[in-house]
């Protein structure tokens, strides 16, 4: 079946401008996650949402970086004002539930972000 | 906080050798483990998962890790690697709290396997 799909796989961007990642999840599932993967490092979390609303964004980094997920399925990250600090490797992970034992997360492929 | 840490960046194993990937985590309560595997060009897939019982987790290709609490250690073994085992390897951490959602991963290690 269709996995979690991220576009774009990647993206360049000059510093200062604003960008958006999309992440379709796995159907049916209500828990969406957001992590962020620099150069060298492990994922880092950023937002988790169950259905439609942000039930946990203290991993965002400040407040160039919001997230939407309007309707329960797709979620849009947004990033206003780039840096390039900002560069990495976005990942978006979805799973039936959300906190819940036994319910693992699918990861997508991820949106390499490049900011110069 | 909870936090994860891989001791070794990154190994080189031929065909056949053993394989231990050490993982060490900091959590004050009770906690769920993973290791999730990335191939060269793939999403992150899950390998095993640790979440009660016996300690001795057997997952996917071969692969088993050991949860020994006293040492707040989750290594990952395999007794013979093959060449396709090439991948970065990542621990993880669930706390069994409030934020039982949240993974908090290891920085990774890359494992190089030489046919």
């Known amino acids: 079946g269709a996995g979690v799909s991220q576009t774009p796989s990647n993206k360049v961007t000059e510093k200062g401008k604003y960008v958006e990642l999309r992440c379709d999840p796995i159907?049916?599932?209500?828990?969406l996650y957001w992590y962020r993967q620099s150069l060298g490092q492990g994922p880092e979390f950023l937002i988790y949402f169950q259905g439609t609303g942000a039930a946990d964004d203290s991993g965002l980094p400040n407040d160039r970086f919001f997230a939407v997920r309007p309707e329960g399925s797709v979620s849009t990250l947004k990033i206003q004002r780039t840096e390039r600090g900002d560069s990495a490797v976005y990942l978006c992970?979805?799973?039936?539930?959300?906190?819940?034992?036994?319910?693992?997360?699918?990861f997508g492929n991820g949106t390499r972000l490049t900011v110069t | 906080a909870q936090s994860v840490s891989q001791h070794n960046h990154h190994v080189i194993l031929s065909e056949a050798a053993s394989l231990e990937l050490g993982c060490n985590y900091s959590?004050?309560?009770?906690?769920?483990l993973f290791w999730y595997v990335q191939y060269p060009g793939q999403h992150l897939q899950l390998l095993l998962k640790y979440f009660s019982g016996d300690p001795l987790v057997k997952g996917i290709k071969g692969f088993e890790a050991e949860f020994i609490k006293s040492k707040f250690s989750f290594n990952l073994r395999k007794p013979s690697v093959q060449w396709s085992d090439t991948a970065e390897y990542f621990c993880?951490?669930?706390?069994?709290?409030?934020?039982?959602?949240?993974?908090?991963f290891g920085k990774g290690t890359l494992l190089t396997v030489n046919p």
């Open positions: 959590y004050g309560g009770t906690v769920n």
């Open positions: 992970a979805s799973s039936l539930t959300g906190g819940v034992l036994g319910s693992p997360l699918h």
């Open positions: 159907s049916g599932h209500t828990a």
């Open positions: 993880a951490v669930k706390g069994s709290g409030g934020s039982n959602y949240k993974l908090t």
